[in-house]
């Protein structure tokens, strides 16, 4: 008999190697709203608030009806630019693990996405870049997970986050609108065989009896960082082995 919300302990496995992305929940920011290890890109060789800005003001939050599933803040990425992180190095070809919660409801057209860009020990890109997820225009916030297999060759990824539309046949950009993100990760998850699904970490102990977020840096500038892992329990009457 299927219960929803059962996963079998017997019949899960851990998948997935760490690649440390710095800032993931953007709750690090400047006055401005730069977050903290986010760069434009090759687009431009500076920043600015019109290509991508973290929000973490509550009233900017209630204009778009929203608020952060992680934390106190979230990315907004604008029109047709993107935000991605320096070079983060990896450990073969995997499989990883990467996740994200999307939001498109200003995005008047076009998707959000998230991807992933290969290079080699030279820093030479590897490949096409591909989309590990994306998000149609015009949804509330979900969460995504998708499990991805590297280059042989690989020895570092760049991952890119924004919104994208493109006519059949064309190369230009046309998306519309901004797309928010938020708790941009890539960790082992569990994989499970009934239903099959991957199940990422979560915050299993804050850093503080009031934090938001599992890692911040707190207004002294210390970094915090609680506890990530797994929520599995005895399912009741249904033997030792089985779990929710």
């Known amino acids: 008999k299927k219960i929803e919300g059962l996963l079998p ?10 690649v440390m992305i710095q800032n993931p929940s953007f709750e690090q920011f400047s006055a401005s709203g730069r977050p903290a290890n986010w760069l434009p890109g090759s687009y431009s060789s500076f920043w600015a608030p019109g290509f991508f800005r973290v929000i973490a003001d509550p009233l900017e939050m209630q204009k778009r009806a929203t608020s952060a599933p992680d934390g106190k803040a979230f990315l907004e990425v604008r029109r047709t630019t ?19 919660s999307m939001n498109t409801l200003g995005l008047e057209k ?55 539309f493109a006519p059949p046949g064309s190369t230009i950009n046309e998306a519309r ?8 990760r890539m960790e082992p998850a569990l994989r499970t065989q009934l239903p099959q699904s991957l199940v990422p970490k979560s915050c299993r102990l804050f850093p503080q009896e009031d934090a938001l977020s599992c890692e911040y ?13 797994y929520c599995l329990e005895p399912y009741p009457n249904h033997g030792s082995d089985r779990t929710y």
């Open 217 to 229: 840096q707190d207004a002294s500038g210390l970094r915090q960082r609680g506890l990530y892992g």
């Open 177 to 184: 609108g901004s797309v928010l993100l938020d708790n941009v």
């Open 110 to 164: 076009g998707y959000g996405y998230v991807s992933v860009f290969q290079f080699d020990a030279q820093r030479n890109p590897l490949a096409t870049p591909f989309d590990a997820m994306s998000l149609p225009a015009g949804l509330d916030w979900q969460f995504k997970v998708a499990s991805i297999t590297l280059n042989p060759a690989v020895r570092f990824i760049k991952v890119h986050v924004g919104g994208f």
């Open 82 to 100: 993107h935000a991605e992180t320096p070079y983060l190095e990896t450990f073969g070809e995997g499989p990883y693990v990467i996740s994200a």
């Open 9 to 18: 302990f017997s019949r899960m496995e851990q998948r997935g190697t760490s």
